[in-house]
């Protein structure tokens, strides 16, 4: 094999997994990074930005390194998103109190929901309304987490880190990713539970 | 029900959740990821080359640093090369202005290894 077709055939390979990668963790991204930013465009743009940096400077790590790194870019990305919103809203501060507010008040959870595809017909139409109205309350109360806490329980429970890799993706000790995940846990099975959501 | 029942629940919530985007948001996420790949692409197809070129793509994940290390070896030698061919071209230069020296004057070349001119030289200098 000539060694321009050996290049071609390793760079192919190493292109697909990250393009795998990075079409397995994009939609989670999206969510984790809604949940904090309240917006999809702003979201989309969050998980843009964290994979544009992820390619820049890591596409040549180990593909098992990918997922720590891309969550800890994700992190930081969503807490820049949050730092430049808070330099914007110095100078807008009553409009975009006031806007964000009403858009929070507004906001419906069922909203947030999509139609169901066909992987779905079967079930029950009292079934479906349920599970979308479920989804559509653990959603509204992750979003109204202390982001560390959302941070923390969103990287050790949906992502499945360890809580090691979650306080290095987070840039904080073990002893506060467990009081954070622990904290809000129980948050959010109050929260349920006084809506009447049964798990 | 515990907390690690509770968590999976959620967990199994939010996959569901997670699969049932927008059409726009799905597009978005695949815009952004075209994107990012774009990127990722070129600076990859030209170490990857070079890496190509000199056979050594005995490439495993998170090897690549190797190939810009070795591409930094391969300058300092081409440097130092150029180096030592810049200044075997000055001594060259420097003969042959000696060469042209002795041949431009009036003096025969013998003289110049002749002790008996030297002699007559001096001597003549003398008076």
Known sequence: MSPLAISESFLLATYRE????????????????????????????????????????YADKPIEELPMLFQRILQNTIRDYYRRQKVRNTWTTLFS?????????????????????????AQAPAEQFEQKQTIGLIEEELAKLPSRQREAFLLRYWEGLDVAQTAEAMGCSEGSVKTHCSRATHTLAEALKAKGVEL | MNEREFTTKVKEYLNYSSSRLSPEVFSGLEAARKRALENFSPAHA?????????????HTHGKSHHFGG?????????????????YWQQEMNQDDDIDAALLGGELPVNAYIDHGFQTWLERSSQH
């Open chain 1, 18 to 57: 990250l393009s795998e990668f990075l079409k397995s963790v994009e939609r989670r991204a999206f969510k984790q990074a809604y949940f904090a930013v309240h917006d999809d465009h702003a979201a989309v743009d969050v998980v843009q930005d964290s994979m544009l940096k992820l390619t820049e400077k």
């Open chain 1, 97 to 121: 109190s006031l806007s964000f507010g009403k858009d929070d008040e507004e906001q419906d959870p069922l909203d947030t929901l999509e139609a169901a595809d066909g992987a779905n017909r």
């Open chain 2, 46 to 58: 030209e170490e990857l080359e070079w890496a190509g070129a000199h056979g050594t793509v005995a």
């Open chain 2, 70 to 86: 070795r591409r930094w070896l391969a300058l300092a030698v081409l440097l130092a090369a150029l180096a030592g061919g810049i």
